[in-house]
């Protein structure tokens, strides 16, 4: 004798748990989707908007009537930097590289051939001038994080006398001296400035791979300069 199936048994079946899964897999997936691409869309954003103001002042400590450096003088240079940080992300501030230069004028006449040879060049319209490197620092530091949609200021002290550089300071004394002498103000020389720092996005964890895509490896940090930089 034969049986037919009867396929009324299965009609009416409950299947809603396993559709109720696939729902709730898919707006989970969907969700990690959105968040991932609005974290990286912060991401970008703080590359993008974040910026920074940098001033830079000197001060004389120990000088001649003439107003150039003394001996025991010291050169103290303030580095003033403001981040501003419209993104909703927090930094934090990782290296700070500083440079300064100053005008040299003994140079340029011919009366240091050794310093002439070695000094920066820039081209201008009435020949070409000469700076002097006063200050070349790179260093890693650790500071109050720069809070989300916020500004923070830092400031830095580098110092130049005979104790910390005698020869660089040396230098220094013999092109303040010339422009004490010849334009009566040590102010008179041109000096120009260059700054990089570093900001690391928090949350963002580097690339372990050696060979990952040098974009995965930078994706976390922040690279700011300002400035003319007269040793690259």
């Known amino acids: 004798m034969s049986r037919s199936l009867d396929l009324s048994l ?5 299947d809603r748990p396993f559709w109720l899964v696939v729902l709730v897999v898919t ?11 609005r974290n990286y869309g912060s991401i970008v954003v703080a590359q993008a908007t974040v910026s920074m103001a940098p001033v830079s002042t000197f001060t004389f400590q120990g000088t001649e009537p003439n107003g150039s450096l003394a001996p025991d003088g010291t050169l103290a240079v ?4 403001r981040i501003d940080n419209p993104s909703t992300r927090t930094l934090h501030l ?15 006449r011919g009366l240091n051939e050794s310093r ?34 916020a500004s923070a200021s830092y400031s830095f002290t580098y110092r130049i006398s005979r104790a ?40 963002v964890p580097p690339a372990s791979s050696p060979t990952a895509a040098p974009y995965l490896r930078t994706i ?13």
Request: aromatic share 12%; charged share 20%.
């Open 27 to 37: 707006a989970a997936l969907i969700g990690l989707a959105v968040g991932s691409a």
């Open 10 to 14: 299965y009609e009416g079946r409950p």
């Open 94 to 108: 990782q290296v700070v590289a500083f440079s300064e230069w100053v005008e040299d004028g003994p140079a340029r």
């Open 78 to 81: 303030l580095l003033g930097l």
């Open 164 to 203: 910390i550089d005698p020869v660089r300071f040396e230098a220094l004394r013999n092109i303040t001296d010339f422009w004490a002498s010849t334009a009566g103000n040590v102010s008179a020389a041109g000096w120009i400035f260059w700054v990089r720092v570093i900001l690391v996005i928090d949350g």
């Open 116 to 149: 002439r040879v070695a000094d920066a060049q820039l081209p201008g319209a009435n020949g070409t001038r000469y700076f002097f490197w006063v200050f070349g620092e790179s260093t890693e530091v650790s500071q109050n994080p720069v809070p989300p949609q």
């Open 220 to 232: 976390g940090r922040i690279d700011l300069e300002e400035g003319l930089n007269l040793a690259s």
